[in-house]
């Protein structure tokens, strides 16, 4: 329940126009997903949990068994003409792989499915078949002209052995994987709700198709296509921009302040003209590390954090509807241009992000949402001190004129940031949030949420490596002993520049 300085829709209104629904991150809650009857993980491929198995690309088991009951010289056999091979998890996919058996007149004594090990959004089909050596060769020999096969004369225990261990949700284990995550778009993207401003336009329901096409054909180390912005959508970008840089100086934390101008200088940054992603991702890249991909609309929170992993920022293109340049039910570019970007370029920043976002991988649903709470009420919503005043670093504040002005006056409720109570609060996107939360500074955010993350349960540790882009997992002393190398020669370099200040410097 909102505080009662809060103003629900129908309510008086206030001076400063307020939007319905601030901006906010691109994922949803799992209390939203679940008055919808779906997961955390992902509203669109909720019917299988992807899986990590002993630190492999894996998948949970999900057998479909056709013969229980092999008979009794057939269980002798079973494994000798056995075939495994994996096909495109779509409808009618296995119908057509039978028929290839159906071709060469070979029996099946039993089949099963499940998720596949190696790719997201295919099935490893095992088949066990009733025919001669010789059939068997020349079967294998037609498959492989249709399907990917794993392996053969694969006995069915065996294959099943592979998906035992302790189940963790999957995560992608190196960058190019997140165009895995980042098009299982839950909700906007192309379909409005009647309650969207732009609902009833046609011309702007088509603009937003083009968007989603954009994003959705976008795959990792392609430039970012450019848009060729309509007078209107700059007309409406104008609007925030204007508004919204008046309040700045006194509402934005430095960090914010110092890396604004250098946008406008190197990435576009003006009242008649909409920055592109391109030129803000190579601009990120080279002030935090961080860069940008577009995004068609909201990504599960398991999704959208996966990707702070690897430090990529899933930015939508579209523009909020004119009609009402103050207000969007969802984030938009001028939110996330104006709201996250700026402080993105900051390495603290960045950092506290990207530690987040190592946090979420292979965590439970249950401890994914309290990072993903957190998230929420730092990087959109928090609050830090600076020479004795409270200034906003939260993107959702930084991008919305009403709640920005609100945060930082008398009204809100301010409490000191503390992950193990703050991950417990409700997240409001329909109103101003009932409480916000203050860091002295990103460094002890960051503090902070590592010491809370090590009360996540999972069975290892994760390791971001930066030359490859990757994921290591922490689960036996041969990895551990990798790291430590690598420390070791980042320590050399530290004490050999020490030296050398010593010597010439005299410190």
Same mark, same amino acid.
């Given at each position: 329940m909102a505080s009662s300085h809060v103003k629900r829709p129908g309510s008086e209104r206030v001076p400063e126009?307020?939007?319905?629904?601030?901006?906010?991150?691109?994922?949803?809650?799992?209390?939203?997903?679940?008055?919808?009857?779906?997961?955390?993980?992902?509203?669109?491929?909720?019917?299988?949990?992807?899986?990590?198995?002993?630190?492999?690309?894996?998948?949970?088991?999900?057998?479909?068994?056709i013969n229980e009951v092999p008979d009794k010289d057939a269980a002798e056999d079973c494994g000798k003409?056995?075939?495994?091979? +994996?096909?495109?998890?779509?409808?009618?996919?296995?119908?057509?792989?039978?028929?290839?058996?159906?071709?060469?007149?070979?029996?099946?004594?039993?089949?099963?499915?499940?998720?596949?090990?190696?790719?997201?959004?295919?099935?490893?089909?095992?088949?066990?078949?009733?025919?001669?050596?010789?059939?068997?060769?020349?079967?294998?020999?037609?498959?492989?002209?249709?399907?990917?096969?794993?392996?053969?004369?694969?006995?069915?225990? !065996?294959?099943?052995?592979?998906?035992?261990?302790?189940?963790?949700?999957?995560?992608?284990?190196?960058? +190019?994987?997140?165009?895995?995550c980042s098009d299982r778009v839950l909700m906007y993207g192309s379909e409005l709700d009647a309650d969207h401003p732009g609902f009833k336009d046609e011309v702007y329901r088509h603009r937003r198709k083009y968007f989603v096409e954009v994003a959705m054909n976008y795959?990792?180390?392609?430039?970012?296509?450019?848009?060729?912005?309509?007078?209107?959508?700059?007309?409406?970008?104008?609007?925030?921009?204007?508004? !919204?840089?008046?309040?700045?100086?006194?509402?934005?934390?430095?960090?914010?302040l110092k890396n604004l101008p250098l946008l406008s200088k190197q990435c576009g940054y003006r009242?008649?003209?909409?920055?592109?992603?391109?030129?803000?991702?190579?601009?990120?890249?080279?002030?935090?590390?961080?860069?940008?991909?577009?995004?068609?609309?909201?990504?599960?929170?398991?999704?959208? !954090?996966?990707a702070l992993a690897y430090r990529v920022f899933n930015c939508t293109q579209y523009v909020r509807h004119s009609t009402d340049p103050l207000y969007t039910p969802e984030p938009d570019t001028c939110h996330e241009l104006l709201g996250h970007v700026p402080l993105l370029a900051?390495?603290?920043?960045?950092?506290?992000?990207?530690?987040?976002?190592?946090?979420?991988?292979?965590?439970?649903?249950?401890?994914?949402?309290?990072l993903a709470t957190c998230y929420f009420f730092t990087v959109e919503f928090g609050l830090c001190k600076q020479d004795g005043q409270l200034r906003a670093y939260g993107a959702g504040l930084l991008s919305s004129i009403g709640e920005l002005r609100h945060a930082l006056s008398e009204k809100a409720r301010v409490m000191t940031f503390d992950p193990r109570t703050t991950c417990d609060q409700e997240c409001l996107i329909t109103t101003f949030q009932e409480v916000y939360f203050v860091s002295d500074?990103?460094?002890?955010?960051?503090?902070?949420?590592?010491?809370?993350?090590?009360?996540?349960?999972?069975?290892?540790?994760?390791?971001?490596?930066?030359?490859?882009?990757?994921?290591?997992?922490?689960?036996?002393?041969?990895?551990?002993?990798?790291?430590?190398?690598d420390l070791r020669s980042d320590l050399t370099t530290v004490c050999d520049a020490l030296g050398k200040m010593n010597t010439y410097m005299g410190i």
């Open positions: 126009p307020i939007p319905r629904m601030q901006p906010a991150m691109m994922m949803f809650s799992s209390k939203y997903w679940s008055r919808r009857g779906l997961s955390l993980d992902s509203a669109m491929f909720h019917e299988q949990q992807q899986r990590h198995t002993g630190g492999r690309m894996s998948r949970r088991t999900s057998f479909c068994p003409t056995a075939v495994v091979f +994996s096909l495109k998890n779509e409808v009618g996919c296995l119908v057509k792989a039978l028929r290839l058996f159906q071709e060469k007149r070979v029996n099946l004594r039993h089949i099963e499915s499940r998720t596949s090990k190696q790719v997201v959004n295919e099935v490893e089909i095992f088949a066990d078949c009733s025919c001669s050596k010789k059939d068997f060769d020349e079967l294998l020999q037609h498959l492989r002209d249709h399907v990917h096969i794993i392996s053969s004369n694969t006995p069915a225990h !065996l294959w099943s052995a592979e998906a035992d261990g302790d189940d963790v949700p999957w995560f992608p284990m190196k960058i +190019s994987e997140l165009d895995q795959k990792f180390g392609q430039p970012i296509p450019r848009i060729e912005y309509t007078l209107e959508e700059i007309s409406t970008w104008g609007v925030v921009f204007r508004e !919204l840089t008046q309040l700045y100086p006194t509402h934005a934390c430095r960090e914010y009242e008649d003209n909409i920055p592109q992603l391109e030129d803000v991702s190579l601009f990120l890249r080279e002030r935090s590390g961080f860069t940008v991909r577009p995004v068609a609309g909201y990504l599960s929170p398991r999704d959208f !954090l996966a900051d390495p603290k920043f960045a950092q506290f992000s990207q530690e987040i976002g190592l946090a979420s991988l292979g965590a439970s649903d249950e401890d994914v949402q309290k500074s990103f460094e002890e955010a960051k503090e902070k949420m590592r010491e809370f993350a090590k009360s996540i349960k999972r069975p290892f540790s994760v390791y971001y490596n930066p030359y490859t882009q990757s994921i290591d997992l922490l689960k036996d002393t041969r990895g551990i002993e990798d790291v430590v190398q």
